[in-house]
């Protein structure tokens, strides 16, 4: 079985200012890794997936998130942040079996983006 | 249609009382999924389809919750004699293929349970 933890509830931060937000798992096994994000009264939409290769993946409104299997991490990344990036933002796993047909996510972190 | 759709966008009902919840996935996707998630947690998962059969149910809490994809489109997630742990956001997802590593998801129905 996997598990995800997503060690900051909330990240507050100045618009224009870099920002990570963390994510460890565990699993005995090979896996998918994912950042959903979602923003106010939407649904959750897909950031980026490590599924192989390069373990720097890059995705979506310049976010990017690096895979590191030795620290069983994949931080979620941005170099200068903007107001309208303020969401919910969840990593996600799963087997390679399963694929993504059975996410197991973290609890969320919240991004607040002060002016 | 464009995207996953979901009604009800929010449900309120008294203990004891069943409620359905309704998915309409975007049109020609194989796989359907259902999670549940708490306040304050991350999605949970509850169950999942391809075309019209379920083939995972293991996320199911108990034996009050059931779902079901008759026709391979449409997916109603059911659950009966509702409790007030039971409160949640139910959220249905849907992918192209079977095994696909993205999948889209609805905004979701807001259930509470008073």
């Known amino acids: 079985a996997q598990s995800v933890t997503q060690l900051d509830s909330q990240v507050p931060v100045f618009e224009e200012a870099p920002v990570e937000l963390r994510c460890n798992y565990s699993s005995s096994v090979s896996v998918y890794l994912f950042w959903y994000v979602q923003y106010p009264n939407q649904g959750l939409q897909l950031l980026l997936k490590?599924?192989?290769?390069?373990?720097l993946v890059k995705g979506i409104n310049g976010f990017e998130a690096e895979f590191n299997k030795s620290q069983t991490s994949f931080h979620l990344r941005k170099p200068s942040v903007h107001i309208s990036d303020t969401a919910e933002y969840f990593c996600a796993v799963s087997d390679l079996i399963q694929g993504a047909q059975k996410l197991v996510f973290g609890q969320g972190t919240r991004l607040t983006i002060n002016p | 249609g464009a995207g996953v759709s979901q009604s009800p966008r929010y449900k309120v009902t008294k203990r004891g009382q069943d409620v359905a919840l309704r998915c309409d996935p975007i049109s020609g996707h194989v796989s359907l999924y259902w999670y549940r998630q708490a306040l304050g947690q991350g999605p949970e998962f509850l169950t999942y389809f391809n075309y019209e059969a379920q083939q995972d149910k293991s996320g199911l809490p108990n034996d009050r919750f059931s779902a079901e994809r008759p026709e391979g489109s449409i997916s109603t997630l059911t659950i009966q004699r509702t409790e007030q742990r039971d409160s949640a956001m139910y959220r249905c997802?849907?992918?192209?293929?079977?095994?696909?590593?993205?999948?889209?998801f609805g905004e979701g129905s807001w259930l509470t349970v008073v």
């Open positions: 490590y599924l192989s290769g390069s373990t």
């Open positions: 997802a849907s992918s192209l293929r079977a095994g696909d590593n993205t999948i889209y």
